[in-house]
């Protein structure tokens, strides 16, 4: 569950019907070449982050049909189908696949493929829909991830606690992991936790504040102070500077909620040094904040500092202003200095344009709780990456729709990140494999995909290959980054991205371009189309 | 994997925090009712389908923390937290847990619970997260599949074919498994059929089409007709039912792209009594066609039948219409009655909208892939379920927040839903659980929820029980039915509601209201909330 690789079966149908096509033709172990990649940078953004490669990588060391597996085809399959079919499925496997991608977390764009996979025509067929599954939702995801990011800027704390709103369970499993790597702090998911080493972190629930009603349920109700060997009875310390604290804020004493207090109070006798309040179960300023300023001086008395709040409604920028505030007052008033510091979380249906409102409001927030519109990606949720066939025995092959956006770039590429003086990349250059290579400081002829096709001409500062070799003979070709590498990656990938990329809304579309060879072999491929 | 009981770590850390403060404080054990709802109908329409309860119960009867998870959730809660609240975790099952629920693929509305959890405090607290993500996404995707089978109509197939565009793979098979529950006739998605019983169809793709260039690939050439002895030469025959083909519609033969033509050969021969042809990856009327209507009635000589086509691309519904009246004129040319009944299958980023415009444009589509649109829910990507305290030890909980739609309705109840004499339900009424049950025939005093709390009368002609008992115990209750069963259940439950709720835009709100006791209880604990 997870982590593991998946299922051969996690495809689909007409696979396996194309799969039985070549193999009845004997084009089983034709050389063909499939791009994964997507037409449309997601959410109308600049850019996209890759992953979801790990993922690809294990799925293929593990491809195997199982007799269980083979029973099943059996039954789906027309009934025609030749046994001797089902017999050749048995022996595959992906000992013949190679892929090529970029580094998971790169940063990428349209059109440019993520992984280039190459093998026996028909096992590579069969491996498209688990390819797509797995790449397409990682990146997507973490692409948002790295939006909220940019949106927060980085110094706030983001956690990602969608995990009851994702896909099910392994869809918020993704989505914890896929989230860090574009550009989170921390998980809510244990689980992802647990799985993948993403620091988690959690407050509490307005159900555990609605649990108490009154100071009575109290239990136990002393606490030892931070060093000290005489429990004090703490609810009655808090009462004390619940008094005060009203007396200062101008709270009326009788109108703060007593079972919120106690709720309070009950958590910080289990963590006296990780005290924290969810202060929006009754009225913030009225009850929530009293409560916690109570419990939190309380806790000071005994050498305990409070480690912070949260909120999960209304005005979230405004209010979190009004809160620290009050600490400023608590904490001058009784000469507290750590107190005005206390980090403020904040949660309630968070999404990339409250973010930025909340950015350009100003506000007091230290930690963002981000779910539903992170998880589910609601401003476009799906990537679209499709997977295509480029080569077929060396000869390159195109899809020529009457949907232009449908075609594919015929033939095995290499690509090419050329950077310019300023030291940012500026153009993504596809070339076909036997072309060679572009070099620093000379000039190139390319022609840019999209609406103009004029040739232009490049002298890039610096040109990097961006695809490497991670899968050879069945077999993971180079130690695979951690998630925290992979992580650091993504930071750096982005870091290096020019600003004008990076914009939310409305940027400077990347340039992604061909050269003229392969421009030649496309037009070429076109007029005999059709 | 899909189908498996989840690890009880898939949950957010902060239920360990508090389920820590309830065994501090030995509240563990005190009785608690939680329950389970949504706030809004989804996609702005009048209903929802329930669904994951399966799920949810095999995730509570598998509830146990493993020594390895007890180690984890050590090395993430505060390092104060004692070591007797980990041997209790040890200790912890669902064995004093109960829930009912609606059965699953009931319709249901916003506000009442689809489940209702009761136990000890702690166990059903911790159980939260799993529990809404078992059940949002899975409701969620079967109430989009049930709006796409009332836009579609009851006589097209419909078919799913999301994977590749789902979160991850258990999204996939998440949404397999749920979209048929709500409607769909088939999944794409071979595993899912595997695991769940799905009938899984597919086509073929275009990267098949585009794998040949030309009649010379093909291999074997010869194909048996039905029944008899002599092998015929196949591409042969195609040609010349391709050359009949184009001088009937007007075509001309060398803009016919034969390697699309050696495609759909080859693939009749692989499956002569299966064969269907994807007809847009080069031109569809001037190639496509052509192509498919030679090699259909090739077939149809050595007396098979084509199965279907599909077409990817394009105004679906004008292109339908085309390729019928190209049936009909090859049905009637060639004396070939069957022919114009071939069923057309259509995908191409279909949603709830372009079914709407299919239908009111008019087609001649028999079958509908969805894929996209179905299963990511981009109308609205999360259900928004949540979790809420109702009860503890006998004594009825409310959140009262300054959002009134986050408030709670307090207390256990009973959900009767009312019947109208014209054999419709008019109404989900929640009583609380100590208050006589309504009667047919009899008239009710309630209160509606919304805007307008006036009380109000109705005389129910029948009377139901909404929830059923389905865990008790640490076990399933009762026999649970197959997914089959769920999905004539889903479909029977939607036959039975008023055509007014069902409309997908501006449905008449389905009423959803308390009893007087119960409004009651409301409004004193919400005098006493702050």
Not at 342 to 366: F, H, K, T, Y
Request: aromatic share 10%; net charge neutral; glycine share 8%.
């Amino acid at each position: 569950m997870g982590e593991g690789p998946w299922a051969p079966l996690l495809s689909d149908l007409y696979q396996f019907s194309m799969a039985c096509g070549y193999w009845r033709g004997g084009r089983q172990g034709e050389a063909a070449a499939f791009e994964l990649f997507f037409r449309r940078n997601p959410f109308r953004g600049g850019f996209a982050l890759a992953a979801g490669l790990h993922h690809c990588l294990a799925f293929l060391q593990a491809f195997r049909f199982s007799k269980e597996d083979i029973e099943y085809l059996k039954s789906v399959l027309p009934p025609t189908t030749e046994e001797a079919f089902f017999e050749y499925l048995r022996t595959v496997d992906a000992s013949e696949v190679s892929v090529s991608s970029v580094p998971e977390g790169s940063v990428v764009f349209s059109k440019v493929p993520l992984l280039q996979v190459k093998g026996p025509l028909l096992v590579v067929q069969l491996i498209e829909t688990t390819l797509l599954c797995l790449v397409n939702y990682a990146s997507l995801v973490a692409t948002n991830a790295s939006r909220f990011r940019l949106a927060a800027g980085p110094n706030k704390k983001l956690l990602e606690l969608g995990l009851r709103r994702a896909q099910g369970p392994d869809g918020g499993l993704s989505a914890s992991k896929y989230s860090y790597l574009g550009g989170f702090d921390f998980t809510s998911n244990v689980l992802a936790g647990k799985l993948f080493g993403i620091p988690v972190k959690g407050t509490i629930a307005h159900s555990f504040v609605s649990s108490f009603t009154s100071m009575g349920e109290i239990k136990p109700r002393s606490l030892l102070p931070l060093g000290g060997k005489e429990p004090v009875d703490f609810p009655s310390l808090a009462e004390t500077w619940l008094s005060r604290v009203c007396r200062l804020l101008q709270v009326r004493l009788d109108q703060v909620n007593r079972g919120e207090l106690a709720a309070f109070v009950s958590y910080a006798i289990t963590f006296p040094q990780n005290f924290q309040g969810l202060v929006d179960t009754y009225c913030v300023m009225r009850s929530g904040i009293p409560n916690f300023c109570a419990v939190a001086l309380a806790l000071n008395e005994l050498g305990y500092r409070a480690i912070g709040l949260r909120l999960d409604s209304g005005d979230l920028a405004k209010q979190s202003v009004e809160i620290r505030r009050v600490f400023r007052i608590c904490s001058k008033q009784f000469q507290v200095p750590w107190f005005e510091n206390i980090p403020i979380a904040v949660s309630n249906d968070v999404s990339e344009q409250s973010l930025e409102e909340l950015a350009a409001e100003g506000n007091e927030i230290d930690m963002i709780g981000v779910g539903t519109h992170l998880v589910t990606c609601p401003l476009q949720p799906t990537l679209g990456c499709v997977y295509k066939l480029v080569e077929v025995n060396g000869c390159p092959r195109l899809k020529v729709t009457e949907d232009e956006e449908k075609m594919t770039l015929p033939g095995s590429k290499v690509v090419y990140r050329l950077w310019d003086a300023a030291g940012f990349p500026c153009m993504d250059l596809m070339a076909l494999e036997k072309e060679p290579p572009p070099k620093a400081g000379q000039e190139i002829t390319f022609r840019p995909l999209g609406r103009t096709k004029e040739a232009g001409k490049v002298t890039p500062a610096a040109v990097e290959t961006l695809h490497q070799l991670y899968f050879k003979d069945g077999q993971v070709c180079q130690p695979l980054p951690s998630l925290a590498e992979t992580k650091a990656h993504a930071q750096a990938s982005l870091d290096k991205l020019n600003p004008i990329h990076k914009r939310l809304q409305d940027p400077e579309p990347y340039q992604v371009a061909v050269t003229e060879k392969l421009y030649s072999l496309l037009t070429s491929l076109q007029s005999n189309g059709s």
